[in-house]
T-cell receptor, first 112, second 111 residues
């Protein structure tokens, strides 16, 4: 039984480049969450979707960040342009009807 | 504003030495409190959900309890494989807000 799938697992890019992170939630789950984890700030919710609709994006740091969920099995988090302070581990999680969230393995992003 | 504070930040135990991790929280209303385990380089792994004061849940050597202001994760006779960071999160009620996580307790169990 596949869990949440994220790609890439590691991404190294240069400042100013566009970065796209991808997530496939657990089949049948109707809520999807994007988190960022750093040593300084811990695990922070960026945005979440319910039935493919963005519900709360108040955690998105600034306009450089955007997220989409075109269908129930796919979501992207895009950073354009990227900056060194965006370096972090980005997690995607999914849940069913607001229940417990299941996390993916994360994408470790390094912006040089 | 919802707040979650976990203590201690780090804990080292000898194998078999039981202890407890603390999660103190402040929310206007609690829909649920969650415990997760996170191993290095991996995503958080769900352990427990607690919904009301007095509730307890157990899984192997772990037992989670909940009061109106805090939750404890009790570890009985821990083994080295229990070493991980344990995260607590609250889900407030009455709004669309989602989980607020604490900063975690890094547990090391020495053989």
């Amino acid at each position: 039984d596949a869990g949440v799938i994220q790609s890439p697992r590691h991404e190294v890019t240069e400042m100013g480049q566009e970065v796209t992170l991808r997530c496939k939630p657990i089949s049948g789950h109707n809520s999807l969450f994007w988190y960022r984890q750093t040593m300084m700030r811990g695990l922070e919710l960026l945005i979440y979707f319910n039935n493919n609709v963005p519900i709360d994006d108040s955690g998105m740091p600034e306009d450089r960040f955007s997220a989409k969920m075109p269908n129930a099995s796919f979501s992207t988090l895009k950073i354009q342009p990227s900056e060194p302070r965006d370096s972090a581990v980005y997690f995607c999680a999914s849940s069913l009807q607001g229940g417990e969230q299941f996390f993916g393995p994360g994408t470790r992003l390094t912006v040089l | 504003e919802d707040q979650v504070t976990q203590s201690p930040e780090a804990l080292r135990l000898q194998e078999g030495e039981s202890s407890s991790l603390n999660c103190s929280y402040t929310v206007s209303g609690l829909r649920g409190l969650f415990w997760y385990r996170q191993d290095p380089g991996k995503g958080p792994e769900f352990l427990f959900t607690l919904y009301s004061a007095g509730e307890e849940k157990e899984k192997e050597r772990l037992k989670a309890t909940l009061t109106k202001k805090e939750s404890f994760l009790h570890i009985t006779a821990p083994k080295p494989e229990d070493s991980a960071t344990y995260l607590c999160a609250v889900h407030p009620s009455g709004s669309a807000r989602q989980l607020t996580f604490g900063s975690g307790t890094q547990l090391t169990v020495l053989p």
